[in-house]
């Protein structure tokens, strides 16, 4: 058997630009991902097919429309594959969160199947087959913590130092990400290409979260907020418990906060824990996670 673990991720900078005739945005944005992992089993079959177990496994389809079925399909037709697959997925991204936990699925099954049919394709080869299955997956492939343009798929790996501590709001009610994406068009009628991010890129160099703080951004956060309301509090209390500033990970709901060191992210983490537990905060569960986190890793295991 061969397990694959792929990290979630967090967009630290989001920059959205004009719909190209697919309905896909420019975007300019930086992933990082974070210490919360998807993991990937997968054993020999005769078909191709998958279980879901874990966090909000009821909510991830078992069919074709499956990131990691769609993954092993791919990559089985590339490469003139016959063989099948038992894939089992154990959840721990939340679903429809902004934090890729699909497209972990996906890349962690493309990993898997190379591994186990050994079909023996570059991390190259396979984050092209990564962006047939989505904008984000090819990160997923990469880890770490990068630059995407295009759809969010043409990737530049960006230099970091340390270690950086975030403190993660999530929500069990997921988003539509092409429902954020409408809102935002409703809202921006003429959008201009945007340029990265350069304040951000240079504050990852230096590893000082302060100047990180001050840099982190998200063009879909007021189209997410119009939507779901109640983030503006998760937002707010983030802050007021000490952390150097807070965003909306992606199309939302995740929210991520940044703190200052590896202390006042616990801090901060026990804070927003005592306010959800009081009912006083909206939201499912509150993480402490470092980034960057390093992509892909393969164990293999004798059954
Ligand atoms: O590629 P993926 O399936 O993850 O994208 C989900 C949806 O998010 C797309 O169908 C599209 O509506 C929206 N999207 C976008 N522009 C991007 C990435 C995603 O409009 N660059």
Redesign the pocket.
């Known amino acids: 058997m061969i397990s694959v673990r792929v990290p979630g991720k967090i967009n630290i900078a989001l920059r ?1 630009g004009p ?1 190209a005739g697919d ?5 300019a944005t930086v992933f990082q991902a974070v210490s919360l992992h998807e993991r990937v089993d997968a054993e020999p079959a005769n078909e191709i097919g998958v279980s879901v177990r874990g966090l909000h496994a009821e909510l991830v389809p078992t069919d074709g429309r499956n990131l990691a079925v769609r993954a092993a399909r791919l990559l089985a037709d590339a490469t003139g594959t016959a063989a099948g697959v038992r894939l089992r997925i154990t959840k721990r991204v939340p679903t429809a969160g902004g934090m890729g936990g ?2 972990a699925d996906g890349a962690a099954a493309l990993v898997a199947c190379d591994r186990l049919w050994g079909t023996g394709l570059s991390r190259e080869e396979l984050g092209e087959l990564a962006a047939e299955l ?4 090819p990160f997923a492939i990469m880890g770490h913590t990068a630059l995407g343009v ?3 798929h043409l990737l530049s790996p960006v230099m970091t130092r340390g270690t950086f501590h975030w403190v993660l709001v999530l929500s069990d009610a997921g988003m539509s ?2 429902e954020v ?2 809102e935002w068009d409703a809202h921006n009628p003429s959008p201009r290409e945007p340029g990265p991010p350069t304040d951000l890129l240079e504050a990852l160099v230096t590893g000082d979260a302060r100047r990180l703080g001050r840099t982190l951004e998200n063009d879909l956060e007021e189209a997410s907020l119009r939507l779901r309301p109640e983030l503006d509090q998760v937002l707010a209390a983030a802050r007021g418990a000490g952390a150097l500033a807070a965003i909306v990970s992606g ?1 939302g709901p995740t929210v991520a906060a940044l703190a200052a060191d590896e202390q006042d992210a616990r801090g901060i983490a026990a804070r927003l824990r005592e306010e959800l537990s009081q009912g006083r905060l909206p939201g499912s569960r509150v993480l402490q996670l470092t980034g960057p986190a390093p992509g892909p890793r393969v164990l293999e295991r004798i059954t």
């Not at 309905?23 to 975007?27: A, D, E, I, R, V």
């Open positions: 959205v719909a309905g896909y945005h420019s975007l699909g497209s989505g904008a984000d997956v295009g759809r969010g990400t092409p994406f409408r199309s």
